[in-house]
């Protein structure tokens, strides 16, 4: 079934576009600034086929897919794998990474809750949610026109 659900999704996400409006400028203003991961739900061949297409597939230091973790959201471990793995691969020993150093853009409940569950600060986008029921994040946004990105920057220093 699983096979069969992502061959599924396969043929439908190339008769359309999988990113939310703004996403794609807005990752790739980033990329240059921070390390980027992904933490989802999905499986890592739907996940890299959607970075693929885009043509983001070397702008994320780390990915945690579906099979790469026994509890998803809300349990913290996918965002706390993507951390220990940045820290890894890209980070020098003693300049390692916090979670408390670290924004987690999200748009479900169970994503905030997992962020939170993992000492990182969220900012929620409603698109999947109305705004008012993201209010557990630090931030909420209604696309990604909204975001005041060198204000949540400066709340980190």
């Known amino acids: 079934l699983i096979a069969e659900k992502a061959k599924s999704y ?21 990329s240059n600034k921070f390390f980027l991961a992904v933490v989802s739900g999905a499986l890592r061949q739907e996940i890299e086929a959607w970075l693929e297409r885009a043509k983001l ?6 990915i945690v ?12 471990e996918g965002y706390l ?3 220990d793995d ?19 853009i999200e748009d479900s409940i169970w994503g905030i809750e997992s962020a939170k569950s993992a000492g990182m600060k969220c900012l929620a986008l409603a698109t999947s949610y ?14 990604y026109a909204e ?11």
């Open 10 to 30: 396969s043929e439908e996400a190339q008769k359309q576009d999988l990113f939310i409006p703004g996403a794609l400028d807005f990752i790739r203003n980033l």
């Open 57 to 62: 597939t070397k702008t994320f230091q780390g």
């Open 65 to 76: 897919a579906a099979e790469d973790v026994k509890r998803g959201k809300p349990d913290p």
């Open 81 to 83: 794998k993507a951390l």
């Open 86 to 104: 940045v820290n890894r691969d890209y980070v020098s020993s003693s300049e390692i990474i916090l979670p408390q150093e670290c924004l987690v």
């Open 130 to 143: 109305k705004a008012h029921e993201l209010q557990i994040a630090d931030w909420v946004a209604n696309s």
């Open 147 to 157: 975001i005041n990105l060198s204000s949540i920057i400066e709340s980190f220093r």
